[in-house]
T-cell receptor
Framework: ETGVTQSPTHLIKTRGQQVTLRCSSQ?????VSWYQQALGQGPQFIFQ???????GRGNFPPRFSGLQFPNYSSELNVNALELDDSALYLC?????????????FGPGTRLTVL | AQTVTQSQPEMSVQEAETVTLSCTYD???????LFWYKQPPSRQMILVIR??????QNATENRFSVNFQKAAKSFSLKISDSQLGDAAMYFC??????????FGKGTRLHILP
């Protein structure tokens, strides 16, 4: 069974650019959640996708957007990058078929905005 | 608003000793899950232990156990026989009914040889 994978591992962008981060969910999982973890902080919920539809959003501006594909993999897009967007971006997959939806985390993508 | 508070930014413990990490949370929900996650320098978030709010019995996983006080909204993690591999950031977290995880700010645990 393949775990959650994320790409790329590291990314450096400049202010104003756009970035796309990718997440492959664990086999059998139909839900993907994205979190932003600033340095020295706990992860903060960005949004969740279930069966290709957004299913809840945290306190993040519209320039943070996402997609989920039929194979349940997901993308996080950030437009007009700001310096404060520098963070570790974590995705987590889970299955809504289960009573308790344990979320399994990927290794994260470290984004640096210069 | 649902919040998770970890009041100890850093802690140190001697190898083989016992350490307790504190966590309090706030919610109006009656049914929820609480977790402790470990995040080593590799950044991978690893689930250490889980507690269902409707269960009065405290969860235990080998050397890791919790003290869950629902009325006080307290959820501490005890690590017995600390090992060098336990060194990491530990996050207390709450899963709400919308299936979203709310994390505390973390406690960095150092293990002294």
């Amino acid at each position: 069974e393949t775990g959650v994978t994320q790409s790329p591992t590291h990314l450096i962008k400049t202010r104003g650019q756009q970035v796309t981060l990718r997440c492959s969910s664990q086999s059998g999982h139909n839900t993907v959640s994205w979190y932003q973890q600033a340095l020295g902080q706990g992860p903060q919920f960005i949004f969740q996708y279930y069966r290709e539809e957004e299913n809840g959003r945290g306190n993040f501006p519209p320039r943070f957007s996402g997609l989920q594909f039929p194979n349940y993999s997901s993308e996080l897009n950030v437009n007009a990058l700001e310096l404060d967007d520098s963070a570790l971006y974590l995705c987590a997959s889970s299955s809504r078929l289960a009573n308790y939806n344990e979320q399994f985390f990927g290794p994260g993508t470290r984004l640096t905005v210069l | 608003a649902q919040t998770v508070t970890q009041s100890q930014p850093e802690m140190s413990v001697q190898e083989a000793e016992t350490v307790t990490l504190s966590c309090t949370y706030d919610t109006s929900e009656s049914d929820y899950y609480l977790f402790w996650y470990k995040q080593p320098p590799s950044r991978q978030m690893i689930l250490v232990i889980r507690q269902e709010a409707y269960k009065q019995q405290n969860a235990t996983e080998n050397r890791f156990s919790v003290n869950f006080q629902k009325a006080a909204k307290s959820f501490s993690l005890k690590i017995s026989d600390s090992q060098l591999g336990d060194a990491a950031m530990y996050f207390c977290a709450f899963l709400n009914r919308d299936d979203k995880i709310i994390f505390g700010k973390g406690t960095r645990l150092h293990i002294l040889p």
